[in-house]
């Protein structure tokens, strides 16, 4: 009778056990799935966000550098995608979109608008974080990474100057010269408050002056044509506030 007894328990404690085990398989199981869905989300989101900010700074002609950089932690992220998702419609989308984006190259005057020039500050600013990010990851040093963010400083210090530069040129071919000074002084401005070396900005400085040279009007000028030259300006001015 106790013999029975003690099998019968020994039968329990095996039927509890195997019980146990198959709870904490499928348990793993479930965890592991819901990992793998949230990973998922989180390299899709990520992945959009640096692809977006590589084809803005690869527009903007930014140092190959830091594209490359950017570009080699895009693909860590699709090799993550290959290992969760090996067949999937993501990882084909995300190859799709990289192939698009390494063939962007760089647009003379593409940020001559408020909304372009928007856009290019938010991918700038956005590359500067990743840096902070794959410096985080051991994917390049942290002196690397602090150059990297001194490049994208200056690099969205240049784009502003040459959209004023831009919209100077183009009010100069069309002799309005004083609103062509006003997006000339705008960009030396900037030039001038940027925390660069000086060597790194005199190019932009000399090209600047050079600029105002030819925008400065002559004093020959008959005042009734500066008093409407001086009127337009102000008219540009108040619209551009």
């Not at 969760?84 to 990289?98: E, H, R």
């Not at 390049?140 to 100057?161: E, G, N, P, T």
Request: proline share 2%; charged share 25%; glycine share 4%.
């Amino acid at each position: 009778m106790l013999q029975d007894n003690l099998i019968f328990l020994f039968s329990l404690i095996a039927v509890g056990f195997v019980a146990l085990l198959v709870n904490n398989f499928f348990s793993t199981r479930e965890q592991q799935q819901e990992y793998r869905h949230k990973r998922l989300k989180e390299l899709n989101k990520k992945s959009a966000e640096t692809l977006e900010c590589l084809a803005v700074l690869r527009e903007a002609n930014c140092r190959a550098e830091i594209t490359n950089a950017l570009s080699g932690y895009v693909v860590s992220m699709i090799e993550e995608i290959s290992t969760l998702a090996p067949d999937s419609d993501l990882l084909q989308d995300i190859g799709a979109q990289k192939e698009s984006t390494d063939r962007i190259t760089p647009v003379p005057g593409g940020f001559n608008n408020d909304r372009a020039l928007k856009k290019a500050q938010i991918h700038i600013q956005h590359a500067e974080k990743l840096c902070i990010e794959m410096a985080q990851q051991g994917k390049i040093s942290v002196s690397r990474a602090k150059q990297f963010q001194h490049d994208l400083y200056w690099l969205h210090v240049c784009v502003f100057a040459d959209a004023h530069i831009n919209q100077g040129d183009y009010y100069l071919a069309r002799d309005e010269k004083l609103i062509a000074m006003s997006h000339y002084k705008h960009a030396k401005a900037m030039v001038a408050r940027a925390n660069v070396p000086q060597k790194q900005k005199q190019d932009y400085v000399d090209k600047i002056r050079d600029l105002l040279n030819k925008a400065r009007p002559s004093s020959a000028m008959a005042t009734g044509n500066l008093a409407a030259s001086i009127d337009l300006l102000s008219k540009k001015e108040k619209k551009e506030e």
